[in-house]
């Protein structure tokens, strides 16, 4: 099993920045490839960036040349770093962590970004 605990959401103005941190705990030798997504209030959750054991990354369109994924596998932490942020940003961010063929989800951090 592998427990993931987000943290660093909060109010920010447009044009500004937040950096979210996702801690992963428990069987964490398995991890591969983590990432986040984010779900906006009446929408369905879509994927924002993913990082792989490799530091391989890749970026929804939404959010290319603003967020940047990265991770510290010594502390088993993912690391998404936001700026330029826009009030359309505005969601619960959950981080994910895939392991053994499963994924796992953390309870999600809220990001508000107002006008």
């Known amino acids: 099993q592998v427990q993931l605990v987000e943290s660093g959401g909060g109010l920010v103005q447009a044009g500004g920045s937040l950096r979210l941190s996702c801690a992963a705990s428990?069987?964490?030798?398995?991890?591969?490839?983590m990432g986040w997504s984010r779900q906006a209030p009446g929408k369905q959750r879509e994927w924002v960036a993913l990082i792989t054991s490799g530091s391989n990354t890749n970026y929804a369109d939404s959010v290319k040349g603003r967020f940047t994924i990265s991770r510290d596998n010594a502390k088993s932490t993912v690391y998404l770093q936001m700026n330029s942020l826009k009030p359309d940003d505005t969601a619960v961010y959950y981080c994910?962590?895939?392991?053994?063929?499963?994924?796992?989800w953390g309870q999600g951090t809220q990001v508000t970004v107002s006008s």
């Open positions: 428990g069987s964490i030798f398995s991890i591969s490839t």
């Open positions: 994910h962590a895939d392991h053994s063929g499963f994924r796992s």
